[in-house]
């Protein structure tokens, strides 16, 4: 069966293979340049850092997001072309008879399949994730946004999560659908699905969030620290403050402007500019974090959902293959 199976997927292997490489080599040129750059204009700057940092990171955007993008659609992409046709392709030609006729079982069968695809699936989508997270290493030590939703669901080890659960479910279209292309159209619907709800529904609930007051000085400049949110007009203006803490994950959003005693000053701020308005002091605002130190927590606790997710689909895919007829 092992034999078979990779007679089958071979093809799907060898080219994955050689586009890895490719894109292997591509990634090893410029993150060397990419970590020359780092060195040279913003590792040793002196002065002016944060203009340097901005050209250091808008010169490699374009080239980061097309990395980062292809890392999040390699798992999706993989459950499609890797997934859904590994059974649905074999009841359409009516071949998986012919293999039950051999003296293997169903179980074996589908158990052989799932595992040496699935693993190849997995390996390819590591390997990428490996050179991608390399290859933006100063890039993200200098924009501290690591838990942003996109970032995050390409980095570290949670993209092999996602390429497990998206291979397995591609199979379980194709053992329910029985038809090749709609299949996949169903993998590729369930797999963006799950892409946008876990960073929503799941992530931010993954951990207890760290509450800490922020104090605020209207009167200075924030240096980026936290922005005043105007909204609404006459006597529905008011006035939020969304706070930056580089490195960590803030996931409270606009918070109210608070005084000394705890009283939300929202709206007493909310004047049309600087003349006729008095600044209070001693303002500050609560807010609620992920501190920085947890994102590898995270990102276990993801990929652990992602491979719960996938041994559930691939144990239903057994249990459903048994009980039917042929």
């Not at 929503?200 to 000085?217: F, G, I, K, M, S």
Request: glycine content about 8%; proline content about 4%; hydrophobic content about 50%.
């Amino acid at each position: 069966m092992i034999w078979l199976t990779w007679r089958q997927l071979r093809v799907h292997v060898l080219v994955a293979l050689g586009a890895l490489a490719a894109i292997a080599l591509l990634l090893l040129v410029t993150g060397l340049q990419l970590r020359h750059s780092y060195d040279t204009a913003v590792a040793g700057c002196a002065s002016g850092c944060e203009a340097a940092e901005a050209a250091f990171l808008s010169r490699y955007t374009g080239l980061s997001h097309l990395a980062t993008g292809l890392v999040i659609a390699v798992p999706g992409l993989l459950g499609v072309f890797w997934g859904a046709p590994l059974i649905a392709r074999e009841v359409e030609a009516g071949t998986h008879r012919l293999v039950w006729n051999q003296s293997v079982t169903r179980t074996r069968w589908l158990a052989v399949k799932l595992a040496t695809v699935g693993l190849a699936a997995v390996a390819v989508t590591g390997l990428l994730s490996l050179l991608v997270t390399w290859w933006a290493g100063p890039l993200d030590q200098v924009a501290m946004d690591r838990f942003s939703p996109l970032l995050f669901s390409a980095r570290g080890v949670a993209p092999l999560g996602y390429a497990a659960f998206a291979f397995t479910t591609g199979a379980c279209a194709g053992l329910l659908i029985r038809r090749t292309v709609p299949a996949m159209a169903v993998t590729l619907a369930v797999f963006a699905a799950v892409q946008i709800l876990l960073p929503v529904a799941v992530r931010p609930y993954l951990q207890e969030p760290v509450h800490t007051d922020v104090a605020l000085d209207l009167s200075q400049s924030t240096s980026g620290r936290y922005t005043l949110l105007r909204s609404g007009s006459g006597a529905e203006a008011r006035v939020d403050v969304e706070v930056s803490r580089p490195g960590d994950w803030v996931v409270s959003g606009a918070s109210p402007v608070l005084d000394r005693s705890g009283r939300d000053t929202g709206r007493s701020l909310a004047c049309e500019g600087a003349a006729g308005c008095t600044v209070p002091t001693d303002l500050h605002t609560r807010i609620a974090y992920q501190p920085a130190d947890r994102y590898w927590a995270f990102q276990w606790s993801e990929t652990a959902i992602c491979l719960a997710l996938a041994g559930l689909t691939g144990g239903f895919c057994a249990w459903w293959l048994r009980r039917r007829r042929s």
